[in-house]
């Protein structure tokens, strides 16, 4: 274990939707994560506090919570980098409901993927060829630029559309819709862009291009939004969706 | 989709009306024109009021799909109910914009 430098002071959000903020101290250690921070809180001082993780290392995207008013992936937050003044304020993500405490019901988040037509549609059998796709073409590149996405919710809970048009797909969904329209394998593009197209999508985003300046995975989903756009709109004009 | 596409193509011929009306205000200015010399110029001028009336018709349909995205944005008020609002808006805006336009032009 790393050796103890000083202590943290830290407030939790506790409770649901109606909570506090309660106030812990932890010992500060060498290379401690947030999550290090929230799990130290449940394994020493209250087993009651309420969190989700599961891989630990930027991979799985459970873990996102608000940090000192910004959401990031507390797994790969130092605390070194985000404490101000030796202080931690972590509240559950912004943008979606609360269950309890710093866990968050992510139902409408997943539920507005799959309203962007956010699932793989193929367009071939296992008995035909593999396609063969040159990494190098610019759709392939456009899709590899936008893929890594993890499913964290953080362009979710930092976009301020999101917090104000309820029916807004988010910069997730809409990323994710992207890669697919550059996926030359994928055969459900018209359905794709009419649901991007539609009331609450694409066309809602402001580019205030939060979501880019706080996705951990250095990811632009402005830039996949201002493609939806372009796509959509000479869509329309050629009469392949409607408006 | 549709509304995106009307506030797209009117920004864009915005942009160049804009330039040209910030350009006439710069010159009346500048040239220290009196009321009654740019009044000289206007009255009975088509081509002015061509220009100003396809400005006042441009931003009307503008301003009024902005003012729709953000009632639904930021009031609690109804998809329905703003686009009742922004269509009154409009109207106004292009009233009292064609009312302007004909006391320049009209003589």
């Keep these: 274990m790393s050796e103890t430098l000083s202590e943290l002071s830290v407030s939790l959000w ?10 812990y101290t932890v010992p500060q250690r060498e290379s401690q994560t947030v999550l290090d921070v929230v799990t130290f809180v449940q394994r020493h001082i209250d087993p009651t506090l309420s969190y989700r993780f599961a891989c630990r290392v930027g991979v799985c995207g459970s873990c996102a919570m608000t ?33 309890k405490d710093l866990a968050t019901d992510m139902q409408p988040f997943f539920e507005k993927w799959q309203q962007a037509k956010g699932a793989f549609e193929p367009s071939k059998t296992r008995q035909d060829a593999i396609a063969q796709i040159r990494p190098d073409s610019p759709a392939r590149m456009a899709a590899d630029a936008a893929i890594e996405c993890i499913n964290c919710g953080v362009c979710y809970a930092a976009c301020d559309t999101v917090r104000w048009n309820a029916k807004y797909l988010g910069p997730a969904a809409l990323t994710r819709a992207w890669t697919l329209l550059n996926d030359e394998r994928d055969a459900g593009n018209t359905a794709r862009l009419q649901a991007v197209a539609a009331d609450g999508g694409c066309h809602a985003c402001h580019s205030h291009q939060s979501c880019q300046e706080l996705c951990p995975q250095a990811l632009n989903p402005t830039a996949s939004i201002a493609g939806l756009k372009r796509r959509t709109a000479a869509a329309y004009l050629k009469g392949e969706i409607e408006g | 989709m549709r509304l995106y596409i009307w ?32 009044l000289s110029r206007t009255r009975g001028s088509i081509a002015w009021a061509s220009y100003y009336g396809l400005f006042v018709a441009i931003v009307s349909i503008h301003a009024s799909i902005g003012v729709r995205n953000i009632l639904i944005e930021w009031s609690p008020v109804t998809e329905r109910r703003a686009g009742r609002c922004a269509i009154g808006f409009g109207l106004l805006l292009f009233v009292l914009g064609v009312r302007a336009v004909a006391a320049v032009v009209l003589s």
């Design chain 1, 14 to 23: 506790r409770g649901a939707r109606q909570g506090h903020y309660e106030n």
């Design chain 2, 7 to 38: 506030q797209r193509a009117t920004a864009a011929l915005l942009l160049p009306l804009i330039l040209v009306h910030l350009a006439v205000i710069f010159y009346a200015t500048r040239h220290g024109m009196t009321a009654a010399d740019i």
């Design chain 1, 67 to 99: 940090v000192n008013g910004k959401p990031r992936w507390t797994c790969r937050t130092h605390v070194a980098k985000v404490a101000y003044g030796g202080h931690l304020e972590i509240g559950p993500l912004a943008n979606l409901t609360v269950i």
